[in-house]
Nanobody
Framework: QVQLVESGGELVQAGGSLRVSCAAS????????MGWFRQAPGKERSFVAG???????AYADSVKGRFTISRDNTKATVYLQMNSLKPDDTAVYYC?????????????WGQGTQVTVSS
């Protein structure tokens, strides 16, 4: 059983920055990847970013250059630093664990944290 707990989502103004975190616990084995998806109202859930155990990364085109994914393997925690936020970034952000590659496959999902970007 793997549990993922996201935190850090909040209301932020356009152009601002925010960092969300996700702490994982349970039996994940070794060499697992972590990542983030998001789902905006009325839209399908989509990939945002992924990171391997050795910190190789992958990003969706829509966030490249603005978002940075990182991880702390000693804490089993993944972070998503979001800069230059836009209203279109408003979504529920979900943490995922799987891999081993930065694009998955993803076996475990968190409950999500709401990020709202006001214009």
């Amino acid at each position: 059983q793997v549990q993922l707990v996201e935190s850090g989502g909040e209301l932020v103004q356009a152009g601002g920055s925010l960092r969300v975190s996700c702490a994982a616990s349970g039996r994940m084995g070794s060499n697992y990847a972590m990542g983030w998806f998001r789902q905006a109202p009325g839209k399908e859930r989509s990939f945002v970013a992924g990171i391997t155990w050795r910190s190789n990364t992958a990003y969706a085109d829509s966030v490249k250059g603005r978002f940075t994914i990182s991880r702390d393997n000693t804490k089993a925690t993944v972070y998503l630093q979001m800069n230059s936020l836009k209203p279109d970034d408003t979504a529920v952000y979900y943490c995922v664990v799987g891999g081993p590659g930065p694009l998955g496959p993803w076996n475990y999902w968190g409950q999500g944290t709401q990020v709202t970007v006001s214009s």
